[in-house]
């Protein structure tokens, strides 16, 4: 098994460009959430979806982010514009119902300048 | 909303130490999660707790959950170099399957 998949790995951009993190959940899984790291704030859940429906958003920090999860296999966090406080390790995760744990990916490393 | 307050912050032990990680809840514990994150990867996956006294072991690694669900131990016994890392813990939230996490423990072990 693959295990969770994300790309890019490694983001630099300017600010006030847009950016796509993408996200590739394991065969099977149903529940997917992305979470943001940083040294302030640590591990922060911003949305998760049940069977590609949104079930909470109320982490995504403001209007500048939104997720899409258009079908089971593949997810998308969106950052437009981008700032630079936007800046932090992005983690892609997910699970099934009666799954012991959730299955992190690598993470996304976003630095706006 | 739960909060979870590790302890402590950082740790530098000498290699074959033992040492304890404490992770404490605002809340009472439906389940409660230990992961470990290398600088620059995801987190892995240790051990999940959810009775009040349940105590779980892997390999040199034991984790207990008190019996009023509100706080937990992780314990290292004879660290080594490979468990050096930021270990986090992280709660459910009732019902639903989103986790609150910790804020981290950095652990150096010096060989």
């Known amino acids: 098994d693959a295990g969770v998949i994300q790309s890019p790995r490694h983001e630099v951009t300017e600010m006030g460009q847009e950016v796509t993190l993408r996200c590739k959940p394991i065969s099977g899984h149903n529940s997917l959430f992305w979470y943001r790291q940083t040294m302030m704030r640590g591990l922060e859940l911003l949305i998760y979806?049940?069977?590609?429906?949104?079930?909470?958003d109320s982490g995504m920090p403001e209007d500048r982010f939104s997720a899409k999860m258009p079908n089971a296999s593949f997810s998308t966090l969106k950052i437009q514009p981008s700032e630079p406080r936007d800046s932090a390790v992005y983690f892609c995760?997910?699970?099934?119902?009666?799954?012991?744990?959730?299955?992190f990916g690598p993470g996304t490393r976003l630095l706006v300048l | 909303s739960q909060e979870l307050e590790q302890s402590p912050q950082s740790l530098i032990v000498q290699e074959g130490k033992n040492l304890t990680i404490n992770c404490t809840s605002s809340?009472?514990?439906?389940?409660l999660y230990w992961y470990k994150q290398k600088y620059g990867e995801g987190l892995i996956f240790l051990m999940m707790l959810q009775k009040g006294g349940e105590e779980k072991s892997h390999e040199k690694i034991t984790a207990k959950l008190d019996e009023k669900k509100q706080q937990s131990s992780l314990h290292i016994t004879a660290s080594q170099p490979s468990h050096a890392g930021i270990y986090l813990c992280g709660a459910l939230s009732g019902s639903a399957r989103q986790l609150t996490f910790g804020s981290g423990t950095q652990l150096t072990v010096l060989p």
């Open positions: 995760a997910s699970t099934y119902r009666g799954a012991e744990t959730q299955y």
């Open positions: 809340k009472t514990l439906y389940g």
């Open positions: 979806f049940n069977n590609n429906v949104p079930i909470d």
